[in-house]
């Protein structure tokens, strides 16, 4: 820069481009490694409107084929310092505190490692699973089948919880009542003292997040 070299300026960028290069692989294998890209101040270097946007001017051939004009009009001869801000990049541990904006020498706190490097993170617990139950079963049976074949109950149940019990009701009366697990399962109810009329298959879930029943009635017949 300070030899108005335009074509040795931007072999400096690329060597520096090379440079980050190997710092990132590096850094593929030492996470712990924090990267910060800068420089020490900004030039008067700028990119211009043709030969006659400013003081030395330099036109080269873009990648593109089409001209670039760089001037360097902080004095005749020579480029000198400017005051414009200039970029600062990082990458790694401690690279949330480089911002936009910051500082140079504020840089040098947070290569030592800030503290704390990361945020206190507030863990809220997840609400418990509102609990859910269904149950399958015939719209019939008769006294006999009840008796020796029994009643088969399928239950499905959901939602985290703890306790899942089926109780076979006439009336007020309970006739059976069995557990199963968590999940629900098949159940076979067998009993000699349902009468005609109708029993019903009371499914009950509970857990940490409340409780869920679910309720099938069933016509008992003599036959």
Do not use: W
Request: proline share 4%; hydrophobic share 35%.
């Amino acid at each position: 820069e300070h030899a108005s070299d335009i074509c040795g300026s931007i072999g400096d960028v690329y060597e520096i481009d090379q440079a980050v290069k190997v710092a990132l692989d590096y850094q593929k294998e030492n996470p712990d490694t924090l990267i910060i890209v800068t420089g020490d101040h900004s030039h008067s270097t700028q990119i211009v409107g043709g030969s006659s946007g400013g003081k030395q001017t330099a036109t080269i051939k873009t990648a593109d084929g089409d001209p670039m004009s760089v001037a360097y009009s902080t004095q005749d001869s020579g480029s000198a310092h400017t005051g414009t801000q200039i970029r600062v990049a990082a990458s790694g541990p401690q690279a949330a505190n480089v911002t936009g904006v910051i500082d140079q020498t504020d840089l040098f706190a947070t290569m030592l490692g800030r503290a704390p490097s990361t945020l206190p993170v507030k863990t809220v617990p997840a609400a418990p699973l509102k609990p859910a139950i269904t149950a399958f079963t015939g719209a019939k049976v008769s006294q006999g089948d009840l008796r020796k074949k029994g009643l088969k109950v399928v239950v499905a149940a959901s939602g985290g919880n703890s306790r899942v019990s089926v109780a076979l009701m006439q009336g007020k009366k309970t006739l059976l009542r069995k557990t199963v697990g968590s999940r629900g399962g098949t159940l076979t109810f067998k009993t000699s003292k349902a009468k005609t009329g109708s029993i019903k298959v009371v499914s009950t879930v509970s857990g940490a997040g409340g409780k869920a029943t679910s309720t099938k009635t069933v016509k008992v017949t003599r036959r």
